[in-house]
């Protein structure tokens, strides 16, 4: 039932472009869904994709123009005439149309909406494009239901007929007043089980409307809409007045998106990578990360270099090198993965700093104490006493260290507007292992008396 | 407009409802959306929490119940009787009564269901805890609405009304024939706007009908809603019939649980952790992680201390330690994070894990090659150029070894069911850095012929 993309079938459709056999492909691409079809122009080249999409009704342009990955996308566009991209713009919905323009230069911008031919689904979308792209404003789009709170249900029908033209996907119709207040929502199902005389007035939904401001973060709207289990939200602006919403698939992209930056970050890969991406650009993403652990590790060289002379007295010191640097990097991604996650969360009453930095001393503290305790014993067996307290004092003072400085970095990152998931990253990693070794050795020293 | 749970706010509502003042609490709870009301009930104690919940009416009930915070529900359903259970469970979705249900011991769910008074509710229950609850099944639910294709609208309405009062959100109404065989979609704004006397067969939409199988797992289910950007998908059985559906909101539940849990494993939190829990939990939550750190760190020490003659010879070489096992660590996280990422975005065309293999070693050797050239110079500059050979030859070594590593554990994890997101954490970490160690001092003594 589900269409399976197959090299055998791109391999036969490649021949068929290039035979211009429009028959075959009309039978075996565009009756597909324009999920698919947009599947198999991500595998074709610019002019092969070309070719099929413009054999594809306007409609199904747009969605198949909006399914296409980012870059096959920019690159079919750059391929387009200014006239060309303006006629697609007009079939998309405003906040994608918002979005692909977003993309280009301002001359370009200009350009483009004096050569669209529908003046209202330009402005919708110059005016979309003043938002910033992170808030509900530019998250949200301009086809909507609304309804007046006087009207009947059978002019309503008929005046969201008018409306539904442009709609793609309707789930609430959102009830105004003479000002285009938001005064409440109103479902489709209780409008179409409803008699044709009765007024919105009676049928709409007036308490605990949940709407966004334009100004609201893409993670408060995502929160909300979590919350309060919305397929829709109306955004209003600062009078209340309707201007927009945001549906429920367009918040699922970002919290995918998100989701998966804190965790490529969190990995090491820097940048999104397609499955099918050639190898150097793979090893091109991996490569920062792994430059910072190269600095960090020179730098702990640097640091335990400076401690040569203890090593060569006590070479014990060494064996337990690795573990002090793992458990400050553990702990220390530990502290800032948990102040990332809340942070993503959008979590408003996060506490005050010094409060949160507290709670991790003390976590810090319970752990320090017993893991402390078991490499006592285990660097007694490897050495002797001496060796335990060098290593167990060490690895506490280190834990609580990392804690912290875990916690600090991700909320200090956050306050400059730089993203917190930076944090779990390499920074913290390797601030970790040269502080850790460098407080290693020098309780080393001192404990040794070297 | 939106409600903000403050503490004062809770500390006067406990005082009110020690004193009963049941109209305070109607004037300013239960005037509440659900999702706030649930917000404060996992504020308050179970004695408290019940005394408002029975305050309210059922269906609101019923929403509450499902926003609330999964321990606190446990622990509130565990101080009801059985009866007040299946009343609880009558006015649920069929799949949230299903994963409620199946929470409990298999005695307590017989009793339930033989408690509760409305038999087809149960039948769909029961019928729902049959499935796996990570497949489409399991997912599910039984509220839908359908039509016969021969319908005209008017009778379709008239239908749709009665089936209509279970069915809390409604998107999208499934066409069946006799058998109930799945044959389309009609949106319901297609049918708001259409005569009444227009056949259902001649207003649906029968191309390209996405469906997911009972059997398919949650991740597919998840692939397929984003492929084809859908609100709510119908599932079939193996004959074509429409056994149920799923809501984009329930995915997006599951979307989120998954990210956060890679998130966690990938950084060392063990079990999902509130924001207000106590430090304890938190402190227990990060001990795995660290236990396995320390026993990898204590390996560590164990293969270094077989090489403590090295050492004493030549203590340059255990400058270059934290370098080694970061980078190792480095490595294997990225690459099996690639892995973990295309397997938890249900990737079916992910080739045969040897092409896969070829491909990490291929990035190893490029930035092996790459890194390996620059430690060269920095470790010429720390010793000499014999340090030069052993430090940069360890590292190209180790960065192979510990991206073939990194690819394949995740994908044995996988293959023995066993969640791949496991990978990501300690297991690789703690591997790569005894083995790098192990490479690095092997090198070392044999490039120094010692």
Redesign the interface.
């Known amino acids: ?2 269409f399976e993309l197959t090299k055998d079938f791109l391999d036969i459709l490649r021949q068929k472009i290039a035979e211009q056999e429009i028959l075959w492909i009309q039978e075996n691409v565009l ?3 324009f ?2 079809v947009a ?1 198999i122009l991500d595998k074709l080249s610019n002019e092969e994709a070309k070719f099929i999409y413009f054999l594809v009704d306007e409609d199904t342009q747009a969605d198949i123009l909006m ?1 296409l990955d980012e870059d096959v996308r920019d690159r079919f566009l750059a391929s387009l005439t200014i006239k060309e991209i303006a006629d697609q713009l007009e079939n998309l919905d405003s906040n994608d149309a918002a979005d692909i323009l977003g993309e280009l230069s301002e001359d370009k911008i200009q350009e483009v909406i004096s050569q669209m031919d529908d003046d209202e689904a330009a402005e919708d979308i110059v005016d979309l494009l003043n938002y910033d792209e992170d808030t509900a404003g530019g998250l949200m789009q301009k086809e909507f239901l609304q309804a007046h709170i006087d009207w009947p249900v059978n002019r309503t ?1 008929v005046e ?2 008018k409306q ?1 033209e442009d ?1 793609e ?3 609430n119709i959102f009830v105004v007043d003479d000002s285009n207040r938001l005064l409440g929502v109103l ?3 209780r ?3 409803s008699n044709v005389k009765t007024k919105i007035a009676d049928l709409y939904q007036s ?5 966004v401001n334009t100004s609201d973060s893409a993670e408060e709207v995502a929160a ?1 809409m ?4 919305l ?1 829709s939200v109306p955004v209003v602006d600062y009078q209340n007045k309707l201007v927009g919403r945001i549906t ?2 367009d918040i ?1 992209d970002f ?2 998106e998100e ?2 930056k ?3 970050l ?4 820097t940048e999104p ?1 397609e ?1 099918d991406a050639s ?2 650009r ?2 091109r993403a ?2 920062p ?3 910072i ?2 600095l ?3 730098l ?2 640097k640091v ?2 400076g401690f ?1 002379g203890s ?2 007295q006590i ?2 010191l ?10 400050g ?3 220390g ?2 502290s ?3 102040v990332v ?2 942070l993503a969360r959008g ?1 408003k009453d996060f506490g005050n700093i010094f409060h949160k930095l507290l ?1 991790e001393a ?2 810090g503290l ?2 320090g104490v ?2 402390a305790s ?2 006592f014993v ?2 007694y067996f ?1 050495g002797n006493a001496q060796l335990g307290f060098v290593v167990s004092i060490s690895l506490f003072t280190v834990i609580i260290f990392a804690a912290v400085i875990g916690t600090l970095i991700p909320l200090v990152l956050n306050h400059y507007k730089i993203d917190p998931a930076l944090a ?1 990253g ?1 920074f913290i ?2 601030l970790n ?1 040269v502080t850790g ?1 460098f407080i290693y050795f020098t309780i080393g020293m001192l404990l040794y008396g070297l």
């Open positions: 039932m589900r009756v597909l869904h999920a698919d599947e399914e029908i969201l007929r539904a709609v996907k309707v789930y479902s489709l199902k409008l179409l089980f308490k605990n409307i949940i709407s909300v979590e919350k309060y289990d397929v429920l698939d699922v919290i995918k989701a998966d804190d965790f490529q969190a990995t090491g890969i990578i499955r190898i150097w793979v090893a991996r490569l990360w792994l430059i652990g190269l960090g590790g020179t702990g060289a335990i270099s040569e090593i060569t070479p014990a060494a064996f337990f090198i690795p573990l002090i640097t793992a458990m990097g553990n702990v991604v530990q800032s993965a948990i996650q809340s979590t709670r003390a976590v319970f752990n017993l893991l078991i490499i285990i660097a490897f779990t390499p990693t390797t292992d070794l």
